[in-house]
């Protein structure tokens, strides 16, 4: 599947690639490849901001229904059939669909694998020559070659690690009225920029590139919309 995807993304990264190299001298540390890398992961973001704003809104939406929730599990803890019947009454009431929140992670699966696949073997998706590849500049800044793994630990990889953490505490999302669950959720915004930073040193730096830049987008994104959340809510008092 990932082949499938890694074709027009490899096929629009390297169209941007050429439109960037055409704009005028190209930069010592900073090469068109690793421009071409940021501003075609905006553009992902871009197509997918009506979906991240949906699944935002619902997510807000998550929250504000949990007090009910957690009185409808209080009082029907010892009927587990009338437990579940009421929540989707909660649900059905606020037009709360509890598993939206999933869609966008399913949408951006197949293009983070499409766009690992585009970057790892960039010559067969992105340029189509090994002459072409290999004569073209693949510098971003302390990084030579964003077909390798970043050298320094401190660099892209910790960065990708503390902008997954920043997303995550950004991320108004709805705490469970089950207080397993919810520590649960809370070890993941833990461990997961764990994870990211152990698997972002072995990634070729470019893929590491795009999920900074993907987690910088989401935060701003996110931040502008936890604002107009909260004005929409001092106007509606």
């Not at 990084?143 to 902008?163: F, M, Q, R």
Request: charged share 15%.
């Amino acid at each position: 599947m990932s082949k499938i995807f890694a074709k027009p993304l490899g096929g629009l990264l390297k169209l941007i690639y050429d439109l960037v190299s055409k704009v005028g001298t190209e930069p010592e540390h900073l090469s068109f490849y690793a421009i071409a890398i940021i501003l075609t992961t905006i553009v992902f973001k871009f197509i997918l901001l009506p979906i991240g704003l949906g699944q935002m809104k619902s997510m807000k939406k998550m929250n504000d229904i949990q007090p009910k929730l957690k009185e409808i599990q209080d009082k029907y803890k010892s009927d587990p059939q009338t437990m579940q019947a009421k929540t989707m009454e909660v649900y059905k009431e606020n037009k709360v669909n509890p598993f939206s929140s999933c869609l966008i992670l399913i949408v951006q699966l197949p293009i983070l694998l499409g766009f690992f696949k585009a970057l790892g073997d960039p010559v067969q998706y992105v340029f189509k020559s090994q002459e072409l590849y290999n004569s073209i500049s693949k510098t971003f800044f302390w990084i030579s070659n964003l077909e390798k793994p970043d050298p320094y630990l401190w660099g892209l990889p910790l960065v990708a690690a503390l902008t997954t953490y920043l997303q995550s505490i950004t991320m108004k999302t709805a705490q469970s009225p089950d207080p397993q669950a919810a520590q649960t959720q809370k070890m993941m915004n833990t461990f997961l920029p764990i994870m990211i930073w152990f698997a972002a040193r072995n990634f070729p730096s470019g893929l590491a590139l795009y999920w900074v830049i993907s987690n910088t987008f989401q935060i701003i994104q996110q931040l502008i919309l936890n604002r107009s959340m909260g004005d929409i809510k001092e106007e509606s008092n």
